[in-house]
């Protein structure tokens, strides 16, 4: 079984750090675009997965949230050794998943028994995300300037996470970044109950100092590092904005 993750990020043909990416989106008035690969990018990939490995597991970002799950769908029906799974969950959550995987698959874990596990796993996963700014949702196009200077003029601090199916939603609101974090630990809290947590990352927009404050106070609650802390992927930067922090979760 094979598991293979590679994130590359172009601008005017330059490969770029996450960090000098958001460098450039805090100083360029051009707001970058996403867009998904070729077809013939994912039939590359796939063709080598499917002719290097004996089994390949592809977790994919929510077909709620990209077009990408769809192409990847129909591609994959070329090779009956990769199975094509909608995680439902994006960026820090996914990798959670991604990560918890790749553990199963060192362990000796059958293929059978994945197929059944991941499922659960996707069920058990969160993602909050504490939301800085709406500018970059203005010169996105996802909400209007008119919106987005009402939201500026109250200093709403929105937090955002995805549905059962995967879906984007808003969760919550604050007047305050406190506010948010306050709410964004005890949603957190919430949903761990008392039942066991296998583990939780913190992934943030250059927003470092943050993103630290949100370990220290989630490794008092689950009194454990978390799996990883980094630079969320430039494309959901593009849209949540630099000063976004997301609290990932999965329970056992």
């Not at 290097?52 to 990408?68: D, I, P, Q, R």
């Not at 059978?112 to 596990?117: A, E, T, Y």
Request: proline content about 3%; hydrophobic content about 40%.
């Amino acid at each position: 079984m094979g598991l293979t993750s590679e994130i590359i990020f172009y601008l005017d043909k330059k490969t770029l750090s996450a960090a000098n990416f958001y460098n450039l989106l805090e100083e360029d008035k051009n707001h970058p675009v996403s867009s998904q690969p070729s077809p013939s990018t994912i039939d590359t990939m796939y063709e080598m997965m499917s002719s290097n490995y004996k089994s390949t597991f592809a977790l994919h970002l929510s077909k709620e949230l990209s077009g990408f799950y769809a192409s990847a769908e129909i591609i994959a029906k070329k090779y009956a050794n990769i199975d094509i799974i909608n995680s439902k969950h994006l960026s820090g959550s996914q990798g959670l998943l991604v990560l918890r995987l790749a553990e199963e698959i060192e362990k000796g874990t059958t293929e059978s028994d994945l197929r059944v596990m991941i499922p659960q796993w996707i069920a058990k996963t969160k993602i909050l995300t504490d939301i800085d700014t709406l500018k970059y949702f203005v010169r996105g196009g996802r909400i209007s300037t008119l919106k987005g200077l009402a939201a500026q003029l109250l200093n709403l601090k929105p937090i955002i996470s995805v549905d059962k199916n995967g879906k984007g939603i808003a969760l919550g609101k604050s007047y305050s970044r406190k506010q948010n974090m306050k709410q964004i630990i005890k949603m957190i809290t919430d949903f761990a109950g008392n039942k066991p947590v296998w583990n939780y990352a913190i992934v943030h927009a250059k927003a470092d100092e943050r993103a630290n404050q949100y370990a220290d106070k989630l490794k008092q609650v689950f009194e454990k590092e978390p799996a990883f802390i980094v630079n969320i992927s430039p494309v959901i930067g593009v849209h949540n904005g630099i000063g976004s922090v997301a609290v990932c979760l999965m329970l056992k």
